[in-house]
């Protein structure tokens, strides 16, 4: 079974600048995560979906960041502008409802 | 409320054995576990549903105290393959929050 597919693997822009991330979770799994991890600490939400709808995008910084998920499937993360302090892992997770997570190898940001 | 998991680091030889903690201020309808290690993604270790129930997957085993809001996870005869950052994640109304991270190295 195909695993969580993100890109890039790898980032590097100067603040002010925008940037999106790609995720595939895996097949038949309706709900999605996005996380961002910031090094030395554990994953924090950003936006979680189930289907196409957004279950909680609370801790989502929303006059930079936007996420979206059209048919239920892949999903994309875009920050714009970006800062400095977004410089962390991004991680994508998918998961059957409520079920165990399976995250993808995530996209390393580094924001100059 | 992030939960808060102790001890922060674990030093080990193999075949020794450890218990990491995960504290809650708040209700909880399940626990997962994690494993990370260095520059990898976050692996599901086991999911502990609230009843008190007890869960082991090989040698690694975890407790749910519902009352408590706590979990615990047990590494038993710890291996090199075992080094890593485990995190614990509470369920609250349908949202994982992660915890704050124990960093357990096992060395020969």
């Known amino acids: 079974e195909a695993g969580v597919a993100q890109s890039p693997r790898y980032k590097i822009i100067e603040k002010r600048q925008s940037v999106a991330f790609w995720c595939n979770p895996i097949?038949?799994?309706?709900?999605l995560y996005w996380y961002q991890q910031i090094l030395g600490q554990g994953p924090k939400l950003l936006i979680q979906?189930?289907?196409?709808?957004?279950?909680?995008d609370s801790q989502l910084p929303k006059d930079r960041f936007s996420a979206e998920r059209l048919k239920g499937v892949d999903s994309t993360l875009k920050i714009q502008p970006a800062k400095l302090e977004d410089s962390a892992v991004y991680l994508c997770a998918s998961s059957l409802h409520q079920g165990p997570q399976f995250f993808g190898p995530g996209t390393r940001l580094t924001v100059l | 409320q992030q939960p808060v998991q102790s001890p922060q680091a674990v030093i080990l030889r193999e075949g020794e054995d450890a218990v990491i903690n995960c504290s809650s201020s708040?209700?909880?309808?399940?626990v997962h576990w994690y494993r990370q290690k260095h520059g990898e993604a976050p692996v599901f270790l086991m999911i502990l549903l609230k009843g008190g129930e007890q869960k082991g997957h090989e040698k690694i085993s975890a407790s749910f105290n519902e009352k408590k809001q706590q979990s615990s996870l047990y590494l038993t005869a710890s291996q090199l393959s075992y080094s890593g950052t485990y995190f614990c994640?509470?369920?609250?109304?349908?949202?994982?929050?992660f915890g704050t991270g124990t960093r357990l190295q096992v060395f020969p």
């Open positions: 097949s038949g799994h309706a709900t």
């Open positions: 994640g509470t369920d609250t109304n349908d949202k994982l929050i």
């Open positions: 979906f189930q289907n196409n709808g957004v279950v909680d």
């Open positions: 708040k209700a909880l309808y399940s």
